[in-house]
């Protein structure tokens, strides 16, 4: 559905259908699914750039969207590394999209869900893809939404976050009801119909996530207004029509 929302072909007909019913409900949804990946975007060169971060986890990556995560970190530094992570059988198929272009070992699939982080980082580990030792940017961007309250979301982040060094980072997004309570009920029952429970979160839910880091500038703020550069995502949205938070935070 996040691959149709941003006009992309790699979708089926289950998800255009379910994807439809949520345009319907909630037709700046996909500003929303823009502002997202432009969120995603300008983090990515700023903990390539700024933050020297070398290496990336992107947790939930989902079905490939160029361009990817590589794609953006290599444009500020050719010699990042990146494993992605999704726990979807389709992603797999797709996996190769994910890897093509890049020199060999610079980039990884491995099958990992969010809600096992043990697991899930042991699987990183045996890419050798990343080295564990040394700072990553870890990637959750319209992950945690996914994950409702009795999987025990704020622990998951933090068991993640605890197997990182200091001067790893952090870069989250996450949908929020804060501007439209009536449209995200509306939107959960969709998704629920379609098999996925969603749990949209206000704002000092979300910041919660990043409880014991340090937020850069300008902190958690709705996704357009995340260091925002020209030709980078739909500018001129309201915090309405985008309703994701987002923020990027250091571990110290």
Request: proline content about 6%; some cysteine; aromatic content about 8%.
């Amino acid at each position: 559905m996040y691959d149709y929302f941003l006009g992309g072909k790699t979708n089926y007909a289950v998800d255009r259908v379910a994807a439809e019913e949520v345009i319907r409900h909630f037709p700046r949804v996909e500003t929303l699914a823009r502002a997202n990946r432009a969120f995603m975007h300008r983090s990515v060169r700023f903990l390539a750039g700024a933050c020297g971060i070398r290496q990336f986890i992107d947790v939930g990556t989902g079905i490939p969207t160029a361009p990817n995560l590589y794609d953006v970190a290599r444009q500020v530094a050719p010699d990042s590394h990146v494993v992605y992570v999704d726990n979807d059988p389709l992603v797999l198929i797709y996996a190769d999209e994910l890897l093509s272009g890049a020199p060999r070992g610079a980039t990884d699939y491995v099958d990992g869900d969010v809600t096992d982080p043990d697991a899930l980082l042991a699987a990183v580990e045996r890419s050798g893809c990343v080295d564990l030792t040394r700072p990553v940017g870890l990637s959750m961007h319209g992950l945690m939404h996914f994950v409702p309250d009795d999987r025990d979301p704020y622990g998951v982040v933090r068991a993640l976050l605890d197997r990182l060094v200091p001067g790893s980072c952090l870069s989250l997004s996450h949908c929020t009801p804060d501007f439209g309570a009536a449209e995200w009920e509306r939107i959960s029952k969709v998704y629920a119909r379609a098999g996925t429970e969603l749990r949209v979160r206000g704002r000092a839910e979300v910041l919660r996530f990043f409880d014991g880091l340090e937020l850069a500038d300008p902190g958690l703020v709705v996704a357009h207004r995340w260091r925002p550069e020209p030709a980078s995502g739909p500018s001129l949205a309201t915090d309405f029509q985008v309703s994701v938070y987002a923020g990027v935070a250091r571990k110290s």
